[in-house]
């Protein structure tokens, strides 16, 4: 089995001295192609941080962080910023929608950085908004979205490639419970598109990357202060 994410003795610390804060201290982790793992924990046991140090958005005081063959923590900046574009596929907390762009174009304009023809990336934000329920939205702005839609949209922009990648993701629990019936966003990961859930890394290869059996999946603990 491909090894996706290797984590190998990984500590984040923010300031020094007396108020330095021990964020990630010392972690091993690995995670394999097609596996599901979600990470819980009270707030400030470093969830949020872990997930910044794998997708390259946060840099590491000690260890080392490999995604898919690539050793991201002695990547540079600009490295990273690609690695990001192509390879890993993010769902924000806040969202982070652009809110001068429609539903439509939020999930068009990264496939646009990525060189993707006008045709292709036309068609793949189509089907990706149907597919996690926001047809006939797509020419909505994110003030004209409810919280839940606009969870939808951060969804169907991370799921925009045509292949597999790392995904990493907050809650859904902005998702309505009736829009979690008729479209989870898992049966969208099923699809190998992208995953999200409350502190989740979904790691899958190929397109035709399927939603994996109860074996593979996993659930990390956070302990404030450990």
């Known amino acids: 089995m491909t090894v996706t994410v290797s984590c190998r003795k990984i500590s984040k610390t923010y300031g020094e001295g ?7 201290r010392d972690l091993d982790l690995t995670i394999d192609e097609g596996e599901f793992v979600s990470v819980s924990g009270p707030s400030g046991s470093g969830k949020t941080t872990l997930l910044n140090l794998i997708g390259g958005l946060d840099r590491l005081t000690s260890g080392e962080i490999e995604v898919d063959g690539h050793r991201i923590d002695t990547m540079s900046a600009a490295e990273l910023a690609d690695l990001r574009l192509h390879e890993i596929g ?18 068009e304009f990264i496939m646009q950085l990525q060189g993707v023809s006008r ?22 702005r994110p003030a004209e979205l409810s919280g839940g ?4 949209v951060a969804v169907a922009r991370a ?19 009736h829009a979690k019936l008729e479209c989870r966003p898992s049966d969208h990961f099923h699809r190998g598109h992208a995953r999200s859930a409350s502190h989740r890394v979904h790691a899958a290869q190929d397109s035709d990357a399927r939603w994996p059996n109860p074996r593979r999946r996993r659930r990390l603990t956070c302990r404030a202060g450990s």
Request: aromatic fraction near 6%; charge should be negative; glycine fraction near 12%.
């Open 149 to 152: 839609q606009q969870q939808r």
């Open 119 to 140: 045709d292709e990336r036309h068609h793949r934000a189509r089907e990706i908004l149907h597919e996690v329920g926001l047809d006939g939205l797509g020419d909505r």
């Open 159 to 177: 799921g925009r490639r045509a292949h597999g990648e790392s995904r990493l993701g907050h809650g859904t629990g902005a998702i309505e419970h």
């Open 90 to 107: 993010f769902v924000f907390q806040a969202y982070n929608l652009i809110p001068v762009l429609s539903a439509y174009e939020n999930v």
């Open 18 to 24: 007396t108020l330095a804060v021990h964020a990630v």
